[in-house]
Every structure is written in structure tokens, then in C-alpha cells.
Nanobody, 120 residues
Framework: QVQLVESGGGLVQAGGSLRLSCTASERTFSSYIMGWFRQGPGKARELVAAISWSGSRTSYADSVKGRFTISRDNGKNTVYLEMNSLKPDDTGVYYC?????????????WGHGTQVTVSS
């Protein structure tokens, strides 16, 4: 069972930046594809960014391309989401997720989420 703990959320003004972190309990962290999801008020949960085992492959939702960067440090069992040029529409609960399966497969493990609020 993989345990994921997110941190780094908070309140920021539009145009500002935040860096989210997610640390996993699993020793074989490097064998998991990692993703960041978010759920805004009244919206469905959406995949924001994903990163492959080695970090060589990444993908982003169109709404965050050019503004968000996902990265990972397998030595620290941690995945990051660097968020720049934040907009009020980026407000929501951000969840870290992991899957040991293939790219595009459903995610099996989830963190509890961290709140990001972007004020206009």
C-alpha cells in the first residue's frame, strides 16, 4: 500500500506561484507513474500533469501547459508540481496519485489533497 502526502498548497494572488510536493512511503517509488489531479469548486476531478517512472515523459492538461511543470526526485520519493502564472481558475484541491501500471492506466493510490486558492 502506497501512502502519499501532499504539501505546499495555500492562498496566492493571480499571477503568483506555488510549488506542491508529494512524498510517497513506497521504497519502489521509481516504479510508479505519478500524477497530479485537481478538483475545482463544482467541477469534476481532472488530470493536470503526469510523469513517467524516470521522468523522461511528461504530459499536461491544455489549461496548464507552459505554466505548470511536473518533476520527480526518485532519491527522495517525491514528485513536485511547480505552478506559475496562477489564475483564479486554478483554484481547487490538488491530489497526488500513483499507479504501478502503464501510461494512461487508472491511478491506484491517492493522497488526501492540498488546497490551492488563487485570488483575483
Amino acid at each position: 500500500q502506497v501512502q502519499l502526502v501532499e504539501s505546499g498548497g495555500g492562498l496566492v494572488q493571480a499571477g503568483g506561484s506555488l510549488r506542491l510536493s508529494c512524498t510517497a512511503s513506497e521504497r519502489t517509488f521509481s516504479s510508479y507513474i505519478m500524477g497530479w489531479f485537481r478538483q475545482g469548486p463544482g467541477k469534476a476531478r481532472e488530470l493536470v500533469a503526469a510523469i513517467s517512472w524516470s521522468g523522461s515523459r511528461t504530459s499536461y492538461a491544455d489549461s496548464v501547459k507552459g505554466r505548470f511543470t511536473i518533476s520527480r526526485d526518485n532519491g527522495k520519493n517525491t514528485v513536485y508540481l511547480e505552478m506559475n502564472s496562477l489564475k483564479p481558475d486554478d483554484t481547487g484541491v490538488y491530489y497526488c496519485a500513483a499507479t504501478p501500471r502503464t501510461w494512461g492506466a487508472p491511478y491506484d493510490y491517492w493522497g488526501h489533497g492540498t488546497q490551492v486558492t488563487v485570488s483575483s
